[in-house]
């Protein structure tokens, strides 16, 4: 029998988001498992801040990649994130906003729930 994901608050995990579609399994919702090496986890809304943050850190999520499916991130959109990445950029006071609902229960593992709490935003309807 499955588990059913669940998110940080204890709750079921929520989507992230669909447009574009994010998770590792890109199925819109921040799920891991033994593949994920990057335990993609922590859905984000992603600010300018953060992305410049990530593209001198070597990740360069704003430019498109059509041969991998990626459109390119721009400041708004929802993303589930590395939670090393997401606690890199909160250990350099710019991490981006986080969905609670939708971080998958596994990032606690990595970065501090009261962290995250802090940097928590409500949920958007999903485009």
Do not use: Y
Request: hydrophobic share 40%; glycine share 8%; aromatic share 6%.
């Amino acid at each position: 029998m499955k588990r059913t994901a669940r998110n940080v608050l204890g709750g079921p995990l929520a989507t992230c988001s669909t447009n574009p579609m994010t998770g590792f399994w890109r199925d819109g919702c921040c799920q891991t498992g033994d593949e994920d090496l990057g335990v993609h986890t922590i859905c984000a809304r992603v600010t300018a801040e953060f992305l410049s943050f990530s593209r001198r850190r070597g990740n360069d999520l704003s430019t498109p990649a059509p041969q991998h499916g990626f459109p390119g991130l721009k400041p708004g959109d929802q993303w589930c994130l590395c939670a090393t990445r997401w606690r890199e950029a909160f250990e350099a006071g710019c991490a981006p906003d986080v969905v609670l609902e939708a971080t998958h229960e596994a990032a606690i593992e990595i970065v501090p729930i009261e962290a995250l709490l802090r940097h928590a935003t409500q949920v958007e309807a999903i485009a």
